[in-house]
């Protein structure tokens, strides 16, 4: 996990998020098409959050809670 995976997660938790759950897929799973998730896009790779989201319904799916 990176450092920026940690503090996504951090974050997401803190606003009252799922604990583990990336605040990129918070946010994709709510409107995955705004202009945090394009900027994502753009920084980080294309479709992240989408990506992190896929990520995270394989993870409950495997684990659930």
């Known amino acids: 996990m ?7 997660r951090a974050l997401n938790y ?4 799922l604990r583990g759950q990336t605040l ?5 799973a709510w409107r995955p098409n705004c202009w945090f ?3 994502m896009s753009l920084l980080v790779e294309p479709n992240h959050c989408l990506v992190e989201l896929a ?3 394989q993870r409950t799916i495997k684990d659930p809670l």
């Not at 990176?2 to 996504?8: Q, V």
């Not at 803190?14 to 998020?17: F, I, T, V």
């Not at 990129?24 to 994709?28: E, F, L, P, T, Y």
């Open 2 to 8: 990176t450092i920026f995976g940690t503090l996504s």
């Open 14 to 17: 803190a606003l009252g998020g």
């Open 24 to 28: 990129c897929a918070r946010i994709a």
């Open 37 to 39: 998730c394009r900027l």
């Open 55 to 57: 990520l995270w319904e």
